[in-house]
């Protein structure tokens, strides 16, 4: 059974720093991976999506990274800014495109 | 605008009561997905759709149902079977189910047990 861990739970970190956020899986055989936003309340926002044969993906101050014979994938944020602060979550995308998601890592970004 | 649109926002259950949640989506995609989410936890899968007129059951079923009699919508049932109902209910929809397609979400709907 697919198993996602997100590393750390949560992070508070000032404004301006560079950030990395860990999530590791425990079946490679994966179709893709996902890295989500969701607000306080709210519904999930798609960062980046990896594809299985991708390494990285980049999106603005945004780098998302997998090695997916390790089952590990890093999602890397430049310059950190309070409009950062949400919870982040990475998904793996299994047969019939089903999602297993890790438990998130809540990101506070103080001025 | 297109996207997933899920309705009410808030929702308000009594004791034995069946309740439905609707989602529609206008990205004229295949597949369409319920997932659950409580506190501190991440989405668990309730119900999927691949294609119209057919769906599997995910990894938490009981208790919920589902129909996909239309393309665009996919409603959700939690019926009084269910016996901690009390979540986030989210909505998914994505092009397919390949290796290149990505997954939207629609903005949720809080569900409380009264």
């Known amino acids: 059974k697919q198993e996602v861990t997100q590393i750390p739970a949560a992070l508070s970190v000032p404004e301006g720093e560079n950030l990395v956020l860990n999530c590791s899986f425990t079946?490679?055989?994966?179709?893709?991976l996902q890295w989500f936003r969701q607000d306080p309340g709210k519904g999930l926002t798609s960062l980046l999506l990896?594809?299985?044969?991708?390494r990285e993906q980049t999106s603005g101050r945004l780098n998302a990274s997998l090695d997916k014979s390790s089952g590990r994938s890093t999602l890397y944020i430049a310059a950190s800014q309070p409009g950062d602060s949400a919870t982040y979550l990475c998904?793996?995308?299994?047969?019939?495109?089903?999602?297993?998601f890790g438990q998130g890592t809540i990101l506070t970004v103080h001025p | 605008d297109g996207g997933i649109t899920q309705s009410p926002k808030y929702l308000f259950r009594k004791e034995g009561q069946n309740v439905t949640l609707s989602c529609e989506q206008n990205?004229?995609?295949?597949?369409m997905y319920w997932y659950r989410q409580d506190p501190g936890q991440g989405l668990r899968l309730i119900y999927y759709?691949?294609?119209?007129?057919?769906?599997q059951k995910g990894d938490i079923a009981e208790g919920y149902s589902v129909s996909r009699e239309k393309k665009e919508s996919f409603p959700l049932t939690v019926t009084s079977a269910q016996k901690n109902p009390t979540a986030f209910y989210l909505c998914?929809?994505?092009?397919?189910?390949?290796?290149?397609?990505?997954?939207?979400f629609g903005q949720g709907t809080r569900l409380t047990v009264v």
């Open positions: 998914a929809s994505s092009i397919g189910t390949g290796g290149n397609t990505e997954a939207f």
């Open positions: 079946d490679s055989a994966i179709y893709n």
């Open positions: 990896i594809q299985s044969s991708q």
């Open positions: 998904a793996v995308r299994r047969d019939g495109g089903k999602l297993t």
């Open positions: 990205l004229n995609h295949d597949a």
């Open positions: 759709s691949q294609i119209v007129n057919d769906f």
